[in-house]
């Protein structure tokens, strides 16, 4: 009786959505995370939202700039208070009035990039948007050192990547943590993708040391909001694995 207590107060605190209860506590990577680089130098939100997302399969990889359209248009209808620089709200309002009730960040030149205009409004800071792509999340705030290593390794292990921010003094980076493993009995790695950007520079991607990840990021950087569960909220017990 003892013992089945014990297994069921383990299971009842496994992450929710999570996948086989037994990982390998030395390795774990989700190659189902495709690296992908920020659009524009203010979307790496975006771009961090996209991998964590896309990863379920094809009915959750949508582009970028429909993710960052989207977050823009809540219900269809532009909400100029996301638009923090008062040039681009008054660009995008008038283009609102040519597009109707919304603006697109998809809008490209013949030669492929944004418009001007959409240039100007969709490159813009936030956060992802899991809740308006339906999708369930959990944020976690650890300004000193974030998430710990048990917490990475059930968050990987279970098929979950982790969007982790950095925050600095005059702005803020979102990277996606989607593997960890440890060398040689001790060393702790955690696998860290950096949309970087502007695209088309390709987005960077290395087995950051533990020690570096909890420190002061850059000199300068703290932890910020971590978002960790991140799955589909209609299909519970769906991962990246």
Known sequence: MRKSMLVFVILFFLPSGSGPAECDPNYGL???VEARAQETGSTCWA?????????????????????????????GKLDLSKIDNDKCRRQASKDQGKLGQSVDC?????NGQL???????CS????????GQGFNFRKVERPTKGLDWNEVTAQICHGHPIVVTFEYPDSAHQKVASGYKIVKGTRKRIFMIDPMGPS????GHTWLNFQTYTGVWGGQG??????VDIFPASLEGVSCK
Do not use: W
């Open 30 to 32: 989700l190659t189902k």
């Open 47 to 75: 771009a961090a939202g996209q991998m964590a997302m896309a990863c379920h399969g094809e009915p959750y990889a949508k582009d970028q700039c429909r993710l960052v359209t989207e977050y823009l248009n809540p219900k």
């Open 106 to 110: 998809c809008q490209r030149t013949p």
């Open 115 to 121: 418009t001007t205009s959409a240039a100007c409004y």
């Open 124 to 131: 813009i800071t936030g956060l992802p948007d899991f809740k």
């Open 200 to 203: 088309p520079d390709p987005p």
């Open 222 to 227: 703290k932890h910020s909001t971590d978002f």
